[in-house]
């Protein structure tokens, strides 16, 4: 046995000779890798610090001439940078001109500057392809050097050149080659010296053995008089080693059988596999074992982990449990029974404790009491469910019970976790431990809140009815006339459900007579249908015997169909025996329709809202679009003016003014979505513009759809924009034709319309008055209710990808609702669609004949303009076009700057151009600042702001000049020279 401990040592000492061996060359990876790091960071450094010699010379890098300057430094073949670097740090240096060296301290094997030598490799593709710096290491004319590249980039961004630093890495890790060969003798000195430690631990260990065997006959003694079992079992494969003589009798196995078994094989409830000893627990308060004759049994097993002979070991302490566990069982049972039980009482169950402290609270206590039971356990009554009022009486019961130890019935005011007042009829009972002391005590409570208002109420009102019947000597009559004067419905039934009376209004109801009803059961009046709902309503009240309240849909005789809130109660004689109930309905029917109604209207003020945010974010889009507009028109008109009509590009020019107008179109559009687009609006003859449309919508509408128009001869006279109004016959019709894709019927009427009250009654919107009506209708594929609901929301379309924004219809709900008119539609799934407008009409009034005459070029001038706008592209674009008209133009970046100019040029300047909203002042109060000096100053204000801006800041059309963006340069051209022109 010992020269085994002595070869296994052996052994141990050769495995942590390999170990330090392995550490140490592990150690000295780790130094290479973070002494390579270290290298590459000490570059980065040093690159850092050639950027600013290389800046010192100028900052603006750039190609001059085939030269790389910085400033007016050359850097090409002179060395003066490269040479300072090596000085500083000892590093080559480098700058490239594209990937040709022209500034270096690298040598050449002939010791000559290797200048004109080209980049390579990785730091190449880094600089020069991907734009980006490398780091790391690089072959250098053959040589490895550890590197740092950054590319050098001229004003434009464009990449021109490189600079570079490294030190050639066999330099660097000279050091590290000494220190490799030291950590070497290290290690071989402590491999010697645990060989001797070992040496000296095996002499030991042979004077251990002999103590070891006396302590072991001692315990051997102490192991076998154990009563409870014990077993030694090998930690590694669960063979067991030994078992002491509890053991053999508690299983049955022979000591032989014992050792040749593993301990997991005792088990009736582990796996059949052999556990970790770190897995196994020091104490398993329960676990079943199998004897040899296969009766299962528990056990409480203690476990403890030692080593013997060198190995993991185990010893295990079983002790059986039989009893104990049948006993708990058994209780565990009977506890879980009770617990059932009480948390299953369809009643309140409370337990108490000896002070009136809460110790259990079933479910139904919860949902009287509203307390969860985590909130109740621990408080007192007083604390949670008793009025401060009535504790002195709440406390007398607790007194009676302890003292007379019977069950105690009582019935009294109680509060919930809200503060309500309830009423609770309460049974309580002491509870008896074995010795027969009182433990604590057991309540019931039920909530008859509901039931004793009722009875109270019905109590009070037969009072009343016998109160005033003595009064009048005539009972029965007088309740009679009472009943026939209320105008609900009340009757009453016996037990059997048959009608014993009525109230004149139920006898309305029912068609009969009080007489006809008497003996009638529901079946007799309403059917079987109706008669058996009514008949399981009235079982239900009878068999809790409880008021009950429901709400009913039912049909009067006369065919109508109404709403019943019912209230059924029963009654009984002066013994308490149920007689029948009594029954009371009022018609809710009204109620019921209102409370629809006002759920409709908030809806349609949620879509209201919805469409209102939509809309001021529309708004902010088309502004911020229209400066983009302004300057993209006004450059692609001055090109074509500028261009021959046969100029080559003169078609591609056309195009972008075209896609720009189309833009404007589309900015226009969300302008009408978002209802502040500045409109222009005159009296139109609605039937006019129809006629003027029909023969563009005959070329838009294939052949196999049969298109009609119906114009009415009568003039429509409507205030309107034209364009607008155009816009949204343009878009119906275009719908309308993508609805029928195999052909179909198209028609648009124009037409006279009223709205009066039975108008406003049959529809649900507008407003009393005359109105011109465009009707669209189609015979396409029609919309379902869903797709009508969202019709006019913002992006929302039916068409599939690709061919439809979704704006169309919200553009055309924007439009109509700014010229203050209404739209419907009425459509059903393969029925086709119908879409009205109304638009107000209002009285016609002679117009000013005068129209522009826009033929021919833009007029210009000689005056001075003070030109005032933000926006630099617009503010160059208008400045442009005004100087090349002729205009001398003063401008300015804001508000401030233009007062500033116009107070150095007052007498010069003869019109003020500005845009409206700008920075520090805006264009409304520069122009009052100017006319404070100049009151015959003009002036011509320009926005891409939507109609709201102008309002909110005081800004009326009518009292300046204005322009819209974007801003046309002939339109520009011809409002400046009206203005100037206009005394």
Sequence with gaps: ??????????????????????????????????????????????????????????????????????????????????????????????????????????????????????????????????????????????????????????????????????????????????????????????????????????????????????????????????????????????????????????????????????????????????????????????????????????????????????????????????????????????????????????????????????????????????????????????????????????????????????????????????????????????????????????????????????????????????????????????????????????????????????????????????????????????????????????????????????EEWVDYPDGRHILLDTLKTPFHDHQGRSLGLIGISRDITERHRADTERKNLEGQLYQSQKMEAIGQLAGGVAHDFNNILTVIIGYAEILLLSMEREHALRYHVEQVLTAAGRAAELTAGLLAFSRKQLLHMKQLDLGEVARGLRKMLRRLIPEDIDFKTIIVEKELTILADKGQIEQVIMNLVTNAKDAMPKGGSLTLEIAPATMDEQFLQQHGFGEPGGYACITIADTGHGMDEETRKRLFEPFFTTKEAGKGTGLGTAIIYGIVKQHNGFISVDSEPGRGSTFSIYLPLIAATEQDAEELQENGPPPGGTETILLAEDDITVRELHSMILEEAGYHVIRSSDGQEALDKFMEHQSEVAMLVSDVIMPKIDGKRLYEEIRKIRPDMKVLLISGYTSDIFVERGIMEDEYGFMAKPVVPSELLRQVRSILDNN
Excluded at 76 to 92: A, H, R, S, V
Excluded at 185 to 191: G, P, R
Excluded at 199 to 216: C, I, M, T, Y
């Design 1 to 550: 046995m010992m020269k085994n401990t002595t070869r296994f040592m052996l052994f141990n000492v050769l495995l942590v000779a390999l170990a330090l061996a392995t550490a140490a060359a592990m150690f000295l990876a780790e130094i290479y890798q973070e002494s390579r790091q270290s290298a590459i960071n000490d570059q980065e450094q040093h690159l850092q610090t050639f950027w600013e010699l290389l800046r010192s010379k100028g900052e603006d890098i750039r190609i001059v001439g085939g030269k790389l300057m910085a400033g007016t430094y050359v850097v090409n073949n002179n060395y003066e940078l490269p040479d300072k670097m090596n000085q500083i740090f000892g590093c080559t240096a480098t700058v490239f001109m594209g990937d040709t060296r022209v500034s270096t301290n690298v040598l050449r094997p002939d010791s000559s500057r290797a200048t004109n030598t080209r980049l390579q490799g990785a730091p190449y593709d880094a600089i020069f392809r991907e734009g980006k710096p490398y780091r790391g290491e690089a072959l250098i004319l053959g040589q490895t050097y550890l590197t740092a590249y950054d590319p050098i980039r001229n004003a434009r961004g464009e990449v021109i050149g490189a600079l570079y630093v490294g030190i050639k890495e066999s330099t660097f890790f000279k050091t590290y080659e000494q220190l490799r060969y030291k950590v070497i003798a290290v290690t071989t000195l402590l491999m010697c010296i645990f060989s001797l430690l070992a040496a000296l631990l095996v002499r030991f260990r042979r004077q251990a053995v002999e103590v070891l065997k006396e302590s072991e006959r001692k315990y051997r003694q102490l192991f076998e008089v154990q009563s409870d079992a014990i077993l030694m079992i090998d930690g590694e494969t669960c063979d067991i080693l030994e078992a002491n003589a509890s053991a053999i009798q508690l299983y049955g196995f022979g000591r032989e059988e014992f050792l040749k078994r593993k301990s997991f094989e005792l088990s009736a409830d582990s796996p059949q596999t052999c556990m970790p000893l770190q897995e196994l627990k020091r104490h398993t308060p329960l676990s079943l074992q199998r004897k040899k004759d296969g009766t299962v049994f528990p056990v409480e097993i203690f476990t403890s982990r030692y080593t013997w002979k060198q190995k993991a070991m185990q010893i295990a302490v079983i002790r059986d449990i039989t009893e104990r566990t049948q006993a708990e069982e058994a209780l565990q049972e009977n506890r879980e029974r009770l617990q059932l039980q009480f948390d299953h009482m369809p009643i309140a169950c409370i337990a108490w404790g000896t002070d009136y402290s809460i110790q259990s609270w079933n479910p139904a206590a919860e949902k009287v009491f509203g307390y969860t039971a985590q909130e109740a356990i621990g408080k007192s009554a007083n604390d949670l469910i008793v009025p401060p009022e009535i504790q002195d009486e709440v406390n007398a019961v607790w007194q009676r019970l302890l003292e007379n130890d019977e069950t105690v019935h009582c019935t009294h005011q109680n509060m919930t976790k809200g503060r309500q007042k309830i009423f609770c009829k309460w049974t309580k009972t002491p509870l008896r431990d074995i010795r027969g002391n009182i433990i604590g005590f057991i309540s019931m409570a039920e909530d008859i809140t509901q039931l004793r208002n009722t009875d109270q109420a019905l109590r009070e009102t037969v009072r009343e009815y016998q109160d005033l019947a003595l009064k009048l000597d005539e009972k029965q009559n007088f309740l009679a006339t009472l009943m026939d004067s209320i105008p609900d419905l009340i009757f009453y039934k016996d037990s059997e459900r048959r009608y014993l009376g009525c109230n004149k209004a139920f006898e309305s109801f029912a068609g009969r007579t009080e007489e006809e009803l008497v003996g009638c059961t529901d079946f007799d009046l309403f059917g079987h249908d109706v008669g058996a709902f009514f008949r399981e309503r009235d079982l239900q009240v009878m068999a809790q015997n409880l008021a009950r309240q429901n």
